[in-house]
């Protein structure tokens, strides 16, 4: 099936966050105990529907280690929107959350919406990074916030789905009434209702070299 619109978002955040598995079970519904670290940058693809707009979802997923870093960064360009990771468990992964907006923010758009997400909330006894101080350096930084867990699944969806929706909001629907639009118009757009949005059957892994939806 033809896609009306390809939204390009690469995951990013520290080795060992859980990116990998995040990508994996949104778009294959597959969980990993014994995932290796990712080489370079990983694919996959998924498609959802918005407003009856048939949008495929091309996830890039890249490497969180130091010495990947100057290969990965070049990835970001063009970028639909950004999941920038951390994980609940180790304090210096969300603390080097900044680092990697610091490295992120010259190589995207200015609109290119970023969505801050809390994995592994599925083992809360093990917890370092407490929610509300995740949230409000989120809103500091303006980005969403989410926390999710690939074991269990939880949140994985509604993440992509909430990203999605701001991209399409953002930078789509606000384009196609440019003319029209009125302040109101704007408020209304910024909390879409989530009724609208639903996933469609998966599709497969995309290639390296693919550059169209078609």
């Not at 939204?7 to 597959?30: A, E, H, P, Y």
């Not at 959350?97 to 969505?115: F, G, Q, V, Y």
């Amino acid at each position: 099936m033809d896609c009306d619109y390809l939204f390009k978002i690469v995951l990013v955040g520290d080795s060992g966050v859980g990116k990998t598995n995040i990508m994996t079970k949104f778009s294959r519904n597959v969980f990993s105990q014994t995932s290796k670290a990712t080489i370079g940058v990983d694919f996959a693809s998924k498609s959802l529907s918005i407003d009856d707009k048939h949008i495929k979802i091309q996830l890039w997923d890249t490497a969180g280690q130091e010495r990947y870093r100057a290969i990965t960064s070049s990835y970001y360009r063009n970028s639909s929107g950004i999941m920038l990771v951390y994980d609940i468990t180790d304090e210096n992964t969300f603390a080097n959350c900044t680092k990697w907006l610091n490295e992120l923010k010259p190589n995207i758009s200015h609109d290119a919406p970023i969505i801050l997400v809390g994995n592994k909330n599925d083992v809360l006894y093990h917890r370092n990074v407490d929610t509300d101080r995740a949230a409000e350096y989120a809103k500091t930084n303006n980005l969403m916030f989410i926390e999710t867990s690939a074991l269990d699944g939880h949140n994985i969806d509604k993440a992509f789905i909430t990203l999605a929706q701001h991209i399409y909001n953002t930078n789509i629907k606000v384009t196609e009434k440019t003319d029209e639009l009125k302040a109101t118009d704007i408020l209304q757009y910024v909390e879409p209702p989530m009724e609208h949005v639903h996933i469609e059957e998966e599709t497969e892994a995309i290639k390296t070299k693919k550059k169209s939806c078609c």
